[in-house]
Nanobody, 120 residues
Framework: QVQLVESGGGLVQPGGSLRLSCAASGSIFSINAMAWYRQAPGTQRELVASISSGGRPNYADSVRGRFTISRDNAKNTVYLQMNSLKLEDTAVYYC??????????????WGQGTQVTVSS
């Protein structure tokens, strides 16, 4: 099995920065894409950013230019650097990863979520 553990959420003022981390552990053979999603109260979960195994990033229009996704393949960890935070960035942020287990079975797992609150 694979587990994702997120960290780095919290309370920040508008214009501030936060860095989220998500570490994958378990019987992992390889990880394909890793991604961050978010869900605000009363809304659907939406993709914030994703990154391929080769490091190619993809961003939602609402965060492009403010957020940066990166990954450390040696540590099976993905990061989300969030700058110039806005009130509308407030949400629970979830990490997602898919890949292959050591037993050559596929996996697609979610983290438990970390709260990001932007407020003055």
């Amino acid at each position: 099995q694979v587990q994702l553990v997120e960290s780095g959420g919290g309370l920040v003022q508008p214009g501030g920065s936060l860095r989220l981390s998500c570490a994958a552990s378990g019987s992992i053979f390889s990880i394909n894409a890793m991604a961050w999603y978010r869900q605000a109260p009363g809304t659907q979960r939406e993709l914030v950013a994703s990154i391929s195994s080769g490091g190619r990033p993809n961003y939602a229009d609402s965060v492009r230019g403010r957020f940066t996704i990166s990954r450390d393949n040696a540590k099976n960890t993905v990061y989300l650097q969030m700058n110039s935070l806005k009130l509308e960035d407030t949400a629970v942020y979830y990490c997602n990863a898919d890949g292959w287990l050591a037993a050559r079975r596929p996996f697609d797992v979610w983290g438990q979520g970390t709260q990001v609150t932007v407020s003055s």
